[in-house]
């Protein structure tokens, strides 16, 4: 991608265009979920832990991170480089969520709220993490109920399969769908900007 290219897509990105959102998806989504993959070392956290899960949320904290411009990536390089970063982070919060002592395998956050907190740090300000959790319920408000009910089994360990069985589709598709949805949503949060 030369950098008008790349330009112009960041550009189309913060202004919530679903286009340049599903380019940008289908250009890094195979990469980052194969280092998610590559990173499962164990039995365990593969049953706990899904690429698929990992991306998404990658995804959807990456588009409301640009709308809010607290990221600017300035190339596809350095675009890949968070986008990778933001997936290793993730996916070390998760790991350490599932591995803390008083969890068991089955205890799931019910909804989007505990992952936001698991990316807060301490050198965040509280307006920052609640600005966070205001825009993560404005997100939520732009899915329609059977698609928070999709995201939020999902979040809840349910696997792709067992969900679309329910829908009577297949766990790709299901997957997908869902996928269009965070897309959707996060297309019509930029335009409201």
């Not at 550009?11 to 340049?20: E, I």
């Not at 301490?122 to 307006?127: D, I, L, N, T």
Request: glycine fraction near 6%; hydrophobic fraction near 40%; proline fraction near 2%.
């Amino acid at each position: 991608m030369i950098d008008t290219e790349f330009d112009d897509l960041i550009r189309k990105l913060k202004k919530g265009d679903g286009l340049a959102a599903s380019q940008l998806v289908a250009e890094y989504e195979t990469e980052i979920r194969r280092y998610v993959r590559v990173r499962l070392r164990t039995s365990r956290m593969r049953r706990l832990i899904e690429s698929v899960d990992i991306c998404q949320s990658v995804f959807a904290k990456f588009f409301v991170d640009l709308k809010r411009e607290t990221v600017c990536p300035q190339s596809p390089d350095q675009l890949r480089a968070l986008l990778m970063t933001m997936a290793k982070n993730k996916l070390i919060d998760k790991a350490r969520y599932n591995q803390a002592d008083k969890r068991d395998i089955g205890a799931v956050e019910a909804d989007g709220g505990m992952l936001l907190e698991q990316t807060s740090d301490a050198s965040r300000s509280p307006s920052s993490v609640l600005a966070d959790k205001e825009l993560l319920e404005k997100f939520r408000g732009h899915l329609t109920e059977e698609e928070r009910e999709l995201i939020d089994a999902r979040m809840e360990g349910t696997d792709w399969a067992e969900i679309a069985t329910r829908c009577g589709t297949t766990g790709e598709a299901m997957r997908k769908r869902v996928m269009r949805s965070i897309e959707a949503a996060a297309k019509k949060i930029g335009s409201l900007a």
